[in-house]
């Protein structure tokens, strides 16, 4: 039952998710061909004002334009979640013999799944868009040289880069699925404390947001970020960017783990369609 939930949860966003995506990517296409595959290249002068100005509102416009495709991505799935669970649809949807436990795993699954396709699809169209040639070797040699640097800072060394790799990718994953319960909670938690369920819902996702920034900075006082200000002498770049990101993996798994069990409780206890 949990895998026929999880094919209609997707079944049910893929139309509109297909058709903004494609749309992206074939905006990055036209843009690599036509714009920045003449602009980024060896005979380039960025000097020239018009140039440099072009460069800048073609940057601007398609990092708008990722924005909105993934703001729009957030707010499907939160549509989704709450037009099958808490409008007219949901009398419908919680007669079906499925558990509210269920009913969340299985929209927790798919709205991670089109989250992290969803941003690893914006990196790729900003990569088909501007990483031209020259691009790619330049941005790629600086990126070594920052990866050296990182490495001479370090006390301790710093993991391999497959690992690194393998780190950001399970960072993306665990964020993404952080983002998506902030939602569901958002959405089930305004329902029942407030009348207007919209604005209770929005009120609630600020909160939630909120409070992990403040847990977020605190984190970061405790990895010693604050010495950069304080006490520049004993701040340690590379080992700061590594402990910070391993404290926000922490934090996003423990996020998860409260949001999922709110979430389910909320739905289980005080679910209510009047």
Partial sequence: ???KLIKYDLKALNPILIFVHAFLLLAALCIRIFISGRLFNEDSDFSDP???MAVGLLVVLFSLAVVLILFSTELLIAMRFYKNLFSGEGYLTLTLPVTPGQHLLSRTISGTLWGTLDMFLC??????AFATP??????????????EELLLMSDSGLPSPAAAVCFCILFCITGVAASVLTIYASVTVGQVLFGHRIIGAIAIYFVINTAF???SFIALALTGGLNMFFNPATFNPAMHVINSLVLTEWLSAASILALY???HYMMKKKINLD
């Avoid at 020259?134 to 990866?147: D, K, S």
């Fill in 123 to 128: 990196f790729f169209s900003v990569y088909l």
């Fill in 261 to 263: 069990l709110l979430t």
């Fill in 213 to 215: 920034s403040i847990l």
């Fill in 50 to 52: 018009y140039t440099a």
């Fill in 134 to 147: 020259y691009v790619r070797e330049t941005v790629g040699h600086e990126l070594l040289q920052a990866w």
């Fill in 1 to 3: 039952m949990l895998g």
